[in-house]
């Protein structure tokens, strides 16, 4: 089913049954609900939306508007859109296509709000599509990409459903109307963890894709001379062109990495918490948000570099590269906005360098920032060794988090709030927790090429590969290896002089690099990243099937132009 | 006209007739000349396009495969397409609208080559449309924007143009095939400056345009809660958002000043050439080239930035976000790819070094050069005096490029050719010309803030985003100005805090300084940047007419969905 969604690109109007509406199903409804949709949904029986954001609500979950209120005399909840901004706004295939969805409401009973939950509702008729009475359905409108995909609004007019259609795994409203409390919210958080997982693989298989297409093209593409009266060289061979597209195809394979490691540590956390052992979940949540925010943001920039690396032709639709951004660019604002997301992962280490300071020693992913000295010797470093490089990035980390939580200690002293100090010090914790994940990211990596099962001489490919990435990190991020004087502008130098030295070294291998992402053409969709490269035969021919080019004097002209340059030469 | 195809956005057929096709008349053609097509063109008798670019060449004009052949024999030239990548690719309207081209192609005559040149050529009957014998016209396909336009592909096969056609202001060939060259190319490159000009003022206006749909969007959009139990806050209240939005609000500005700059000394030199003083000319064309490129990926970034800020709703063309973008990401590898323009400025500062360590004294924007000492004396900086912050930018402009010419000058001394040490330090070249960009966009902004005739109290707000621009370059850069040691640890913190004081005090003024671009709801077509503010009502009503709304249960139900929830049904 992913394979198939997959070679369908950009999603479309059922898309979202799947990978939304379907699970919730699964993991929020009781054994009985389960019985009774569950295998409805599995085999599209009925086809679902998962209808959680508004037109004024989005990542902030609690603000949303849409009402679900008990009726205990029929046993009922009155679903209902109170304002225009509590329209249901966004969802994958609410518009046209689900005749279902889950609704996220605040749930009302006994004249109290308890918060939102999920609910499922008859959407359209099963006869003939219609609209359910009192339900308003439509399609959005035009995106930046993903048009494929009916995302459509709702709006609830006072719609009865049975008290069973509230999903009621965890927490109940019984008959009388009485609100019964989860066990654990914990568990709402693993799922988080999880659909976070999947945001970080979709960015390492984008990123993934965009330079697959990027790095084959520009050994088909030749251009300018190098050298005067020499062949024009394949335009690889530009150090300007290695440096935008190495440290992208670096990133996604640390991207793929971590990813790999989210889907471990998930798997782990998951049988611990079966066994009651809630202890890693915290940690692994605070991860998950900020990976899912950083990997996607550098994704998003990652690909349109690779299309300006391919000049013109990645404009072009037939490079597949607008469509990739695209796609990437809606993972950096769906399912937790990213700066919200880092701000999670920044209140956690927050919290960690407090207990830290209390003398708790910090263990997992952060276990650095209580290990890391606060005064370093700056010294000759061997910016070539892998250590050495994860050490730095650590050093960067502990030290930023520092200096964003002392800052926000020092504005509180000063009397602010704690909310106020912790607006007004949101950008320091915002970079302080970009550093965290980028540590992991380059930790992770280094310790992956380290321990993989691979042959010696892939090893040190990817070994080649981590140092770019790792270099490249620190090269654009001097400053914050730079100010307390960790490293030395002779080590930023060394880093610099090491990352040509690995620009040149990965240049023969980069073609072998993004053949190993095993993407077939039919899944890249990209007249410039055919893996045969014949670039320009199938440019000519994809631009022939242009809707523009079935016949030959388009319809245009004899409606406007043709009147239009008759008139004006009649006026000469 | 201008106004009308700002009105239009993203480009139509006809677009580049006006700024390309007919301003190619007025600069390449002959009195003569001109009294044959200048009128034609300017009344819109003839409709044409400019048809430079190929399939396999695009920046680099030399590499060009088109021929022009001429023929004594019958006093016309050949034009012939020899390869597949010959063929001219990406020219607007050439596809579909125009009958007319200017076509840059080899000039051969007598057996040899005398580099690119521009030759009218009819392309389809001016009584049918249909194409001229022996060219083949299409449409190259959909693109990432500015789709309207029908940019196009043209192959010739041995079409012969009168020998009159050939554009021959400047170079000429005579009825024997005398090639004659032009008196001076200068003129071409004065063109140059102002065409990059013009991408100057046009990142400046899509930046005006992303700011002031976020900045106003933000002032309506209400989300989170800042204190528990308090009313949703704007979000620009958030740092987060200010942070996102003021630098590109502040480099917006700093565009416009950099244009009117372009414009000002392009009208000077002019002036000057005419009077034969060319002096001033390589100067201003590296300084337009460098600041083209600049400018446009700095908007193209700032537009996604933008985009982000304003969540989903950013990502709905409803915004007007995403058209914004793929406009500025046209413009980083149109009319010349931004890492191509960024060497050149790259290029000139070499020499300038160079001709510094000779013991010339540089003047103008490169006068700094010579001026900056290379051995830095840390102090106390007053980090929020502009001056102190100009004086920043030179030094790291000036150190990066001495740090990139020595780099290349030591490469040479250990044997390497000139081409490959320049290859090998492209990317520190690359670098060094932004920071020199970045050295005068920063300064010019201040000397503008500084003499503009404006109110005492306007002249307070711009300046507070001047510096706000600056230090925000600092932080964002801050590695290359501790690197050398010229600022400290200390000074970098600083200019941080002055940053989020700045931050703070554009804040009230930021509605003001965006309602001052003076953009029209027709311009900015964007349902979240409305000046009256009333988003979400238009939004859903922006979102009702999408065509998937045309009916209420859509056409793909019948053809697709309803068969096949029937069929699983019965399955069950």
Same mark, same amino acid.
């Given at each position: 089913?992913?394979?198939?969604?997959?070679?369908?690109?950009?999603? !479309?109007?059922?898309?979202?049954?799947?990978?939304?509406?379907?699970?919730?199903?699964?993991?929020?409804?009781?054994?009985?609900?389960?019985?009774?949709?569950?295998?409805?949904?599995?085999?599209?029986?009925?086809?679902?939306?998962?209808?959680?954001?508004?037109?004024?609500?989005?990542?902030?979950?609690?603000?949303?508007?849409?009402?679900?209120?008990?009726?205990?005399?029929?046993?009922?909840?009155?679903?209902?859109?109170?304002?225009?901004?509590?329209?249901?706004?966004?969802?994958?295939?609410?518009?046209?296509?689900?005749?279902?969805?889950?609704?996220?409401?605040?749930?009302?009973?006994?004249?109290?709000?308890?918060?939102?939950?999920?609910?499922?509702?008859?959407?359209?008729?099963?006869?003939?599509?219609?609209?359910?009475?009192?339900?308003?359905?439509?399609?959005?409108?035009?995106?930046?990409?993903?048009?494929?995909?009916?995302?459509?609004?709702?709006?609830?007019?006072?719609?009865? !459903?049975?008290?069973?259609?509230?999903?009621?795994?965890?927490?109940?409203?019984?008959?009388?109307?009485?609100?019964?409390?989860?066990?654990?919210?914990?568990?709402?958080?693993?799922?988080?963890?999880?659909?976070?997982?999947?945001?970080?693989?979709?960015?390492?298989?984008?990123?993934?894709?965009?330079?697959? !297409?990027?790095?084959?093209?520009?050994?088909?593409?030749?251009?300018?001379?190098?050298?005067?009266?020499?062949?024009?060289?394949?335009?690889?061979?530009?150090?300007?062109?290695?440096?935008?597209?190495?440290?992208?195809?670096?990133?996604?394979? /640390?991207?793929?990495?971590?990813?790999?490691?989210?889907?471990?540590?998930?798997?782990?956390?998951?049988?611990?918490?079966?066994?009651?052992?809630?202890?890693?979940?915290?940690?692994?949540?605070?991860?998950?948000?900020?990976?899912?925010?950083?990997?996607?943001?550098?994704?998003?920039?990652?690909?349109?570099?690779?299309?300006?690396?391919?000049?013109?032709?990645?404009?072009?639709?037939?490079?597949?590269?607008?469509?990739?951004?695209?796609?990437?660019?809606?993972?950096?604002?769906?399912?937790?906005?990213?700066?919200?997301?880092?701000?999670?992962?920044?209140?956690?280490?927050?919290?960690?360098?407090?207990?830290?300071?209390?003398?708790?020693?910090?263990?997992?992913?952060?276990?650095?920032?209580?290990?890391?000295?606060?005064?370093?010797?700056?010294?000759?470093?061997?910016?070539?060794?892998?250590?050495?490089?994860?050490?730095?990035?650590?050093?960067?980390?502990?030290?930023?988090?520092?200096?964003?939580?002392?800052?926000?200690?020092?504005?509180?002293?000063?009397?602010?709030?704690?909310?106020?100090?912790?607006?007004?010090?949101?950008?320091?914790?915002?970079?302080?927790?970009?550093?965290?994940?980028?540590?992991?990211?380059?930790?992770?990596?280094?310790?992956?090429?380290?321990?993989?099962?691979?042959?010696?001489?892939?090893?040190?490919?990817?070994?080649?590969?981590?140092?770019?990435?790792?270099?490249?990190?620190?090269?654009?991020?001097?400053?914050?290896?730079?100010?307390?004087?960790?490293?030395?502008?002779?080590?930023?130098? /060394?880093?610099?002089?090491?990352?040509?030295?690995?620009?040149?070294?990965?240049?023969?291998?980069?073609?072998?690099?993004?053949?190993?992402?095993?993407?077939?053409?039919?899944?890249?969709?990209?007249?410039?990243?055919?893996?045969?490269?014949?670039?320009?035969?199938?440019?000519?021919?994809?631009?022939?099937?242009?809707?523009?080019?079935?016949?030959?004097?388009?319809?245009?002209?004899?409606?406007?132009?043709?009147?239009?340059?008759?008139?004006?030469?009649?006026?000469?």
């Amino acid at each position: 089913m992913a394979a198939a969604l997959q070679t369908l690109g950009g999603g !479309i109007g059922i898309t979202l049954h799947w990978i939304a509406f379907t699970p919730t199903i699964e993991q929020q409804a009781t054994e009985e609900q389960k019985k009774k949709w569950l295998k409805l949904a599995q085999d599209v029986a009925i086809v679902g939306a998962y209808a959680q954001t508004e037109m004024g609500h989005g990542t902030f979950v609690r603000g949303l508007e849409t009402t679900a209120t008990y009726d205990p005399s029929t046993q009922e909840f009155v679903i209902n859109s109170p304002t225009l901004t509590s329209t249901k706004w966004w969802p994958g295939g609410l518009g046209k296509t689900a005749n279902h969805a889950t609704v996220m409401a605040q749930l009302y009973t006994r004249g109290k709000c308890y918060g939102p939950h999920n609910f499922m509702v008859q959407i359209r008729s099963l006869e003939n599509h219609q609209p359910c009475p009192g339900v308003t359905l439509g399609d959005i409108g035009p995106k930046m990409e993903s048009n494929g995909n009916d995302n459509g609004f709702a709006r609830f007019d006072h719609v009865r !459903i049975p008290r069973e259609n509230m999903l009621m795994k965890f927490a109940r409203v019984e008959a009388d109307g009485t609100y019964v409390q989860p066990p654990s919210s914990k568990l709402a958080y693993s799922n988080m963890v999880y659909l976070r997982g999947t945001f970080v693989m979709s960015a390492a298989q984008a990123l993934a894709s965009a330079t697959t !297409i990027a790095v084959r093209y520009s050994c088909v593409r030749r251009q300018s001379e190098m050298k005067p009266g020499e062949p024009e060289p394949q335009i690889l061979e530009y150090q300007t062109q290695q440096y935008k597209l190495f440290p992208q195809l670096a990133a996604a394979y /640390a991207f793929w990495f971590a990813s790999w490691f989210m889907t471990q540590q998930h798997g782990s956390i998951t049988g611990s918490m079966e066994k009651g052992d809630m202890s890693g979940l915290a940690e692994l949540h605070a991860l998950s948000a900020g990976l899912k925010s950083y990997t996607t943001a550098v994704t998003a920039r990652g690909i349109d570099v690779c299309r300006m690396a391919c000049g013109g032709h990645g404009y072009s639709h037939a490079s597949g590269l607008p469509a990739l951004f695209g796609g990437a660019a809606a993972l950096c604002t769906a399912e937790g906005e990213n700066t919200v997301m880092m701000l999670q992962t920044a209140r956690y280490l927050v919290k960690c360098f407090a207990q830290s300071q209390a003398g708790k020693r910090l263990t997992g992913t952060v276990a650095y920032l209580s290990a890391v000295q606060p005064s370093p010797v700056a010294g000759n470093r061997n910016m070539s060794d892998l250590g050495t490089l994860v050490a730095a990035f650590q050093h960067r980390a502990a030290r930023m988090v520092r200096h964003a939580a002392m800052q926000m200690q020092g504005e509180m002293q000063k009397g602010k709030a704690r909310e106020d100090a912790w607006n007004s010090c949101s950008v320091l914790l915002i970079k302080a927790a970009e550093a965290h994940v980028h540590s992991f990211v380059v930790r992770n990596f280094a310790e992956t090429v380290q321990t993989v099962e691979v042959d010696e001489s892939v090893r040190a490919v990817l070994t080649s590969l981590c140092q770019l990435y790792s270099l490249y990190g620190i090269t654009e991020h001097a400053g914050d290896f730079l100010k307390d004087g960790y490293l030395t502008g002779r080590d930023i130098d /060394a880093a610099s002089s090491h990352l040509s030295a690995m620009l040149a070294r990965v240049r023969p291998d980069a073609v072998a690099l993004v053949d190993a992402f095993d993407l077939h053409d039919k899944i890249l969709r990209s007249v410039l990243g055919r893996y045969d490269g014949r670039v320009y035969e199938h440019l000519y021919e994809w631009a022939k099937k242009s809707p523009l080019n079935k016949s030959e004097v388009h319809e245009s002209y004899y409606k406007y132009l043709q009147p239009f340059l008759k008139s004006n030469r009649a006026k000469l």
